[in-house]
């Protein structure tokens, strides 16, 4: 099975976003404390190209 935010939605405790990093909590009904992971967003390849023109 393929993971998409779809299947994972509804484990998510809490999302917060500072710039472009994300720190996420999730917890699935088997866990006693969720678990907490951080992230950062980077543009495409194909973003960059269309920023820089």
């Known amino acids: ?4 935010f779809e299947n994972i939605k509804s484990l ?5 976003w500072e710039g ?8 699935a009904s088997n866990q006693n404390d969720p678990i ?3 992230g ?3 543009p ?3 973003e960059i190209k269309k920023s820089n023109g």
């Open 44 to 46: 495409t390849q194909e």
């Open 40 to 42: 950062i967003a980077m």
């Open 1 to 4: 099975m393929e993971t998409t």
């Open 20 to 27: 472009n990093q994300v720190k996420v909590k999730f917890k």
């Open 12 to 16: 998510i405790v809490s999302e917060v």
């Open 36 to 38: 907490e992971t951080m």
